[in-house]
Every structure is written in structure tokens, then in C-alpha cells.
């Protein structure tokens, strides 16, 4: 048997870090990662044979579990007809309808291969759309890694940003403006400031890069106000939160809270694809209209809408869109959450957690956080102490505690039931 320790050591070798994207790592939590060899419904099994319940899903994609039948059965029969073809496919047509249907004001939709991309093209769309180049992203929010979106926060409020890395120059990321979230007033000021400049406001409505943390209604409503007065797009990145806090996703949540609500740009990845490399951006068809071959916005992509992929996305969307699906999926996670606040509770800990649908968060706190900074000023010691612990245990959480939790269709009462006890003694461990 190859040990997960040998295959790390390997990988070092030729793959920088030993990992394709970094937070796969363990840096944050230390210790090995773990070489998954295969996944089956909830669970995965390492190069040990070593079995956990899976919270990650791939970082969300997973929402039926892996392997399951329906899919893997659309995926091996678009297998046999072909990979790719560089052409438009009847499938494309059928995911794109799909994706219209449930999210309303999203009128067309353009496929690409991965959430970044989806990100990057959607503020280039609106700023082609509105032929202005500001743009204003929140601490804490990931967009993916194009270069405009990797950005820390200024020094001062309604200052522009610095690059988060190397390699991103700073002319690049001058017109990014970084403000707190939940941050009206910080809102108001920037809009004050460099409404007239702004192409856009980009989000995640409920954002699962620093945990879990829900955008106010306050805020939300205020956000919208603004955008609207000042000609600015409201972008919605629904990359994570798409098809797996609600069938509508955060959008349809915010608009069941504010009255008449609306974003004006969608930008989508993870579950539709179903754990293929799919991603989408969409909005109304006159923003969507000014995307090459009808407008002067340039997109495009060798493996866009990949017949592979949208039979996997497909299929997915098939199965959410049943009768139930999310009423199951919100018991079964707001369960967990309930399950670990009382666990914590008997073992002296302090945690609070939030769900909406599939996905879910925790804090070593007292009161849920509001934005990034108090996020990052939770108890990081205890939280990596508590992932070993479920690790050693069993339960594969996500090894960053800036990081949402995913549960999914496969997940059963008794996959809950069993983590709620690993938890117990992960928790009563983080006492002794
Ligand atoms: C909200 C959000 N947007 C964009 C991305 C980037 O997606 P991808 O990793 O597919 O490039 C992510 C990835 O986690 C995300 O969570």
C-alpha cells in the first residue's frame, strides 16, 4: 500500500506544493493531505483504504454525492459519442434552458470551463456593457483568480486595493475597490465617491470563502439601491452558492426577503457541472448581447460547454430539480449544524453555526461573523485542533476555517448521527 505520507512526498516533486490548487494542501491546518483513491455517495476513501465522510463535495459540485447513478450513466453515454467537438451541441441548448428556468432575470447564458473564468468574463461583460472600468469587490469574497479580482483591501475606506499576489501588477488591480462586507456605510461612501466610475459591484450574496457569511438584507437592499442609481451592475457570484443553498440559488433567497429584488449579471459554476469542468455567466439578453459574435465584448473557449461536461451538468440539475430535493437537503444540513452546536454545548465549547440548503458553516464564537475580519479573529488554533480531530475520526471537513462545509443528497440521518459523535469527542479533546 502507498501511504498518503509517500504520495505527498512525490508530488512535491513535480507539482509545486504537491497539490493543482493550493488550499489542498493542509498548510493552513498542517499535516498531510490526504490522496483520495475514490468516492461513493457520501464518503471517500484515501490511498490508506481509510474512509471519511465527505463535507467538501469537491468544494461544493458534489450535491447528489459521488457516483451517482443517474449521472454517471448521462456521463458514459456522452462519453461514447465524443469528448469534444469545438461545435455546438444540442446539450449546451439544454443546460442553458435549464439554468434560465430557475433563476429569473437571467435570460441567456454562455458556457465556459471553470469558475474563474465564468468571474473574468462576467466583469469584463460589464464593463464592456457599461463602457466604465471601476469595479467594487468585498473582503473576504473570492471570484476566482483572474488577475482585477485578486485583491486585498486598502488601507482606508473607498481606497482601491493592492495585489493579493505575486505576479499581479498593480496597474492591473488599480480600478478594484475592496470595502468591508455588511458594510452599508462604507457602501454609501464609495458610491459617494466613484458611483458615476463604477461597472459594477461584484458579490457573494452568501459567501462561502470566509466560511459562511450572509450578505444583510439591510445591505443587500441598500447594494441594489445604489447600483441601480448610479448605473452600476450588480454581480451575482453564485459560483458556490448556485443550485445549492436553494434551487435558485442566494438570488432567489434574497428575493423571497426584499421585495422586488433583482441582480443584473449570474455567475454560476460548481454544481452545474456536477463535478466537470463547467462554469456560466448569464444576465439579461441585452447585457448578454453584447458578447462576441453579437457585440464588441470578446469571450471564447476551445472546450466551452464540453458535451462531457453538460451531460454531467444535466443530469445534476435533473435530480435537484425533483420534488423535495431541498427540502430533504435543508433538514439534513440544518440537522448537522443543530448536531455540532450541541455537541459543542456538552462539551463546554463555544460554536455557532448557519446553513441555507446544502451548505453550511461554523465558528469557534459566540456570535455569528459579519465579515472577514471578525471571520479571521475566530479561534484558528481550535479549529485546526477540531479538523484533526474529525480527520483522525472519520469526517473530512474542509482543512481551512475560512472555508464553507457542503453536505449532500447522500449524506444520511445516521452519516449526520456519526459525525455529531465524532464532533462530541473532537470537542471534549480541544478541552483536556
Ligand atoms: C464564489 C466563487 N467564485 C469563483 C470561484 C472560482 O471557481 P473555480 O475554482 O472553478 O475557478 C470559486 C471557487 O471556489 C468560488 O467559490
New binding site residues.
Given amino acids: 500500500m502507498t501511504t498518503n505520507d509517500e504520495l505527498f512526498a512525490r508530488a512535491q516533486r513535480v507539482i509545486p506544493g504537491g497539490v493543482n490548487?493550493p488550499v489542498r494542501a493542509f498548510r493552513a491546518v498542517g499535516g498531510t493531505p490526504r490522496f483520495i483513491q475514490r468516492g461513493q455517495g457520501a464518503y471517500i476513501w484515501d490511498a490508506e483504504g481509510q474512509r471519511y465522510i465527505d463535507y467538501i463535495g469537491s468544494?461544493?459540485p458534489m450535491i447528489l454525492g459521488h457516483g451517482h447513478p443517474a449521472v454517471v450513466e448521462a456521463v458514459q453515454r456522452a462519453l461514447l459519442d465524443g469528448f469534444s467537438f469545438g461545435a455546438p451541441t444540442e446539450r449546451e441548448i439544454e443546460l442553458a434552458e435549464a439554468i434560465i428556468a430557475l433563476v429569473p432575470g437571467c435570460e441567456m447564458v454562455r458556457l465556459v470551463s471553470?469558475?474563474?473564468?465564468?468571474?473574468m468574463s462576467a466583469l469584463r461583460l460589464a464593463r464592456g456593457a457599461t463602457g466604465r472600468t471601476k469595479f467594487i469587490k468585498f473582503e473576504g469574497?473570492?471570484?476566482?483568480?483572474a488577475d482585477p479580482l485578486l485583491v486585498k483591501a486598502g488601507s482606508g475606506l473607498a481606497t482601491f486595493g493592492f495585489p493579493t499576489s505575486a505576479g499581479v501588477p498593480e496597474d492591473v488591480v488599480k480600478h478594484t475597490l475592496v470595502l468591508p462586507y455588511n458594510d452599508v456605510a462604507a457602501l454609501e461612501q464609495a458610491f459617494d465617491t466613484h458611483g458615476s466610475e463604477l461597472a459594477c459591484v461584484m458579490i457573494?450574496p452568501i459567501?462561502?470563502?470566509m466560511n459562511f457569511v450572509r450578505a444583510s438584507p439591510p445591505f443587500m437592499t441598500r447594494l441594489r439601491e445604489l447600483c441601480t442609481a448610479h448605473g452600476a451592475l450588480l454581480v451575482f457570484?453564485?459560483?458556490?452558492?448556485g443550485f445549492r443553498v436553494a434551487l435558485g440559488g442566494a438570488h432567489s433567497v434574497y428575493q423571497q426577503l426584499i421585495p422586488g429584488f433583482k441582480a443584473d449579471v449570474f455567475?454560476f459554476?460548481?454544481v452545474i457541472g456536477g463535478g466537470m469542468?463547467l462554469?456560466a455567466f448569464g444576465a439579461s439578453k441585452s447585457i448578454m448581447e453584447q458578447l462576441a459574435p453579437l457585440g464588441p465584448v470578446y469571450q471564447a473557449g476551445t472546450l466551452s460547454g464540453n458535451p462531457v461536461a453538460t451531460a454531467c451538468g444535466l443530469a445534476t440539475l435533473k435530480e435537484i430539480t425533483k420534488p423535495g430535493f431541498f427540502d430533504a437537503l435543508t433538514a439534513r444540513t440544518q440537522a448537522l449544524v443543530a448536531g455540532l452546536e450541541g455537541a459543542a454545548r456538552e462539551a463546554g465549547v463555544p460554536l455557532v453555526g448557519d446553513s441555507q440548503g446544502g451548505m453550511f458553516g461554523f465558528f469557534f464564537a459566540d456570535e455569528l461573523p459579519q465579515n472577514y475580519g471578525v471571520v479571521m479573529a475566530t479561534d484558528k488554533e481550535r479549529f485546526n485542533r477540531f479538523f484533526h480531530g474529525m480527520l483522525q475520526r472519520g469526517v473530512y471537513l474542509a482543512p481551512a476555517l475560512y472555508e464553507a462545509g457542503f453536505v449532500s443528497a447522500a449524506h444520511t440521518a445516521d452519516d449526520v448521527a456519526a459525525t455529531v459523535q465524532a464532533a462530541l469527542g473532537a470537542f471534549k479533546a480541544l478541552r483536556a
Fill in positions: 490548487s468544494w461544493g471553470s469558475g474563474t473564468e465564468a468571474g469574497c473570492y471570484h476566482g483568480h457573494e459567501a462561502g470563502n457570484d453564485e459560483v458556490m452558492s455567475v459554476g460548481k469542468p462554469a
